[in-house]
């Protein structure tokens, strides 16, 4: 197998040198105890026929020699730019390991190539730098992106107040809480909410169904179609806002975008779910709750869950603010569509998911990245009157309850590597801001791995650029 060659991409809003470069052969065969585990883990996967997101890597250590060096290599790779060079990701084989060390401004960051999923989230460097560097390593095409790191419990932190909250690129997750004891076609999700928050997620998709028909009671089923998120008794709504709550009081830094749907079984409506929530949760003096019909600034958002609702609400929720509504709205939701805008202008919609057949799942890819570019050319006109700047919401997620092949894990084994790749690798768009907008994902943090997270949250880079 011939060797590809070394691409570099910088991601971030500073110039980067590669200094050196050491060659490690593939590792032996025996194994430590991360390692047995690790390779345990997987074994039991594939026996329950599950996907694993990304085989085991061994570790490399201070102490491991190189069969190869190359020092003084000075090869430059200026912001928001590509390097192809001229160095084999391997001489003898694929399964040779990498060590790069890269330069800017006067400090030194190290990275393994491929990287072991649990040590992507920065590169080795000296302590407090002023720079922390995050590599994501696209193996198939010897290509390796660099962000600039962000706290992912806390990346809101670094962007001014007076960004409007669509003009990010933001990690969401498909039906959120579905990360219990379930059947393959409901379970969507590998980690927990609180987890997800602690990661960088910043959407959640939420289905509830009211548990007493006709009443206000504010006991909301957690649900995905027609089937509670859990084989354990049902989960509830409330409890999932105590978390969040939580999450917010300690990160107040942070906004979270939350979508509601009715979903489930039985004669509820959603006028009963929108006077549930007005009554218990979003209630008018609550001021957890963002339920202005427009989208906010990042000031505006901040320690706030913002109410994008995808149901109908009475008559007397649409005289609230001035005879303006209640909550962004998106009871008018396309259905299964490839592009789509809601009718309140405030929203833009991939949500393309009947995948009959697993080879359709190209398909699905296809919109994925066609939406991300619809996204990535919106420019925010900061210290102007922004105009229209819709939500670029782009749902990762597709299945088909029938077929094994297309239940949500195995949609998003294929899905989410692709997108990170897309995203690692696309040329920047020279005009926009080089948002992803929002992409809702299924599966993401399985056995460690956030790269998806991290490559979506590191798009604001440019954002914040102009921002400084």
Same mark, same amino acid.
């Given at each position: 197998?011939?060797?590809?060659?070394?691409?570099?991409?910088?991601?971030?809003?500073?110039?980067?040198?590669?200094k050196?470069?050491?060659?490690?052969s593939?590792?032996?065969?025996?194994?430590? *105890?991360?390692?047995i585990?690790?390779?345990?883990?997987?074994f039991?996967?594939?026996?329950?026929?599950?996907?694993?997101?990304?085989?085991?890597?061994?570790?490399?250590?201070?102490?491991d020699k190189?069969?190869?060096?190359r020092?003084?290599?000075? =090869?430059?790779? !200026?912001?928001? *730019?590509?390097?192809?060079?001229d160095l084999d990701?391997?001489?003898?084989?694929?399964?040779?390991?990498?060590?790069?060390v890269f330069g800017?401004e006067?400090? !030194?960051h190290?990275?393994?190539v491929?990287v072991p999923?649990?040590?992507?989230?920065?590169?080795?460097?000296?302590d407090?730098p002023?720079?922390r560097?995050t590599?994501?390593w696209?193996?198939?095409?010897s290509f390796? /992106?660099?962000?600039?790191?962000?706290?992912?419990n806390?990346?809101m932190h670094?962007l001014r107040?007076?960004t409007?909250?669509?003009?990010?690129?933001?990690?969401?997750?498909?039906?959120?809480? *579905?990360?219990?004891?379930?059947?393959?076609?409901v379970?969507c999700?590998?980690?927990?909410p609180?987890e997800q928050l602690q990661?960088g997620v910043?959407?959640?998709?939420?289905?509830?169904?009211?548990?007493y028909?006709?009443?206000?009671k504010?006991?909301l089923?957690?649900?995905?179609?027609?089937f509670?998120?859990?084989?354990?008794?049902?989960?509830?709504?409330r409890?999932?806002m105590?978390?969040?709550?939580d999450?917010?009081?300690?990160?107040?830094?942070?906004t979270?975008?939350i979508s509601l749907?009715?979903?489930?079984?039985?004669?509820s409506?959603?006028e009963?779910?929108?006077?549930?929530?007005?009554?218990h949760y979003?209630?008018?003096?609550n001021q957890?709750?963002w *339920?202005?019909p427009k =989208?906010?600034?990042l000031?505006e958002?901040r320690?706030?869950v913002?109410l994008?609702?995808?149901?109908?609400?009475?008559?007397d929720l649409k005289?609230?603010?001035?005879?303006?509504g209640?909550?962004?709205?998106?009871?008018?939701w396309?259905?299964?569509t /490839?592009?789509a805008n809601?009718?309140?202008?405030?929203?833009?919609?991939q949500?393309f998911?009947?995948v009959q057949?697993?080879?359709?799942? !190209?398909?699905?890819?296809?919109?994925?990245k066609?939406?991300?570019?619809?996204?990535?050319?919106?420019?925010?006109?900061?210290?102007?009157?922004?105009?229209?700047h819709?939500f670029?919401?782009n749902?990762?997620?597709?299945s088909n309850?029938w077929?094994?092949?297309t239940?949500?894990?195995?949609?998003?084994?294929?899905?989410n590597?692709?997108v990170?790749?897309?995203?690692?690798r696309?040329?920047?768009?020279?005009?926009g801001?080089?948002?992803?907008g929002?992409?809702?994902?299924d599966w993401v943090g399985l056995?460690?791995?956030?790269?998806? +997270?991290r490559?979506? +949250?590191?798009?604001? /880079?440019?954002?914040?650029m102009r921002q400084?």
């Open positions: 197998m011939v060797a590809k060659k070394l691409t570099i991409r910088n991601n971030t809003d500073t110039l980067i040198n590669l050196r470069l050491q060659r490690f593939p590792p032996g065969q025996s194994y430590g *105890t991360d390692e585990t690790s390779l345990a883990k997987n039991t996967r594939i026996l329950t026929n599950q996907t694993r997101s990304q085989a085991p890597v061994a570790t490399l250590s201070l102490a190189p069969f190869d060096e020092k003084e290599l000075g =090869i430059r790779v !200026e912001p928001f *730019t590509t390097k192809d060079t990701f391997f001489k003898d084989s694929e399964k040779e390991r990498l060590r790069l800017t006067g400090e !030194e190290m990275i393994q491929p999923t649990t040590e992507t989230a920065t590169m080795q460097t000296v407090n002023k720079h560097l590599g994501v696209v193996k198939s095409e390796l /992106a660099i962000y600039s790191s962000a706290n992912l806390a990346w670094e107040d007076d409007l909250l669509s003009s990010l690129s933001i990690p969401g997750t498909h039906n959120s809480p *579905t990360c219990y004891l379930a059947p393959p076609s379970r999700q590998a980690v927990s609180r990661n910043r959407f959640f998709d939420i289905r509830v169904q009211p548990q028909p006709q009443e206000l504010e006991e089923i957690l649900v995905h179609s027609v509670p998120v859990s084989l354990t008794g049902n989960k509830y709504f409890d999932l105590k978390e969040i709550n999450f917010l009081d300690k990160n107040p830094s942070e979270l975008i749907k009715r979903e489930g079984t039985g004669d409506k959603d009963q779910l929108a006077h549930i929530l007005n009554k979003a209630k008018d003096d957890r709750w *339920t202005r =989208i906010p600034t000031g958002a320690g706030k913002i994008l609702r995808r149901f109908n609400i009475p008559d005289q609230k603010h001035d005879g303006h209640w909550g962004i709205d998106g009871a008018a396309a259905d299964n /490839a592009n809601c009718p309140s202008g405030q929203l833009c919609i949500d998911y009947e057949e697993s080879t359709n799942i !190209e398909k699905k890819i296809q919109y994925v066609d939406h991300i570019d619809r996204a990535s050319k919106s420019r925010y006109p900061f210290g102007e009157h922004p105009g229209p819709p670029y919401i749902f990762l997620s597709a309850f077929k094994t092949n239940w949500p894990e195995k949609i998003a084994a294929k899905v590597p692709a990170v790749d897309y995203i690692c696309r040329h920047e768009n020279e005009d801001d080089s948002s992803t929002i992409l809702v994902t056995d460690g791995d956030w790269d998806l +997270v490559c979506i +949250v590191g798009m604001n /880079a440019k954002l914040r400084n």
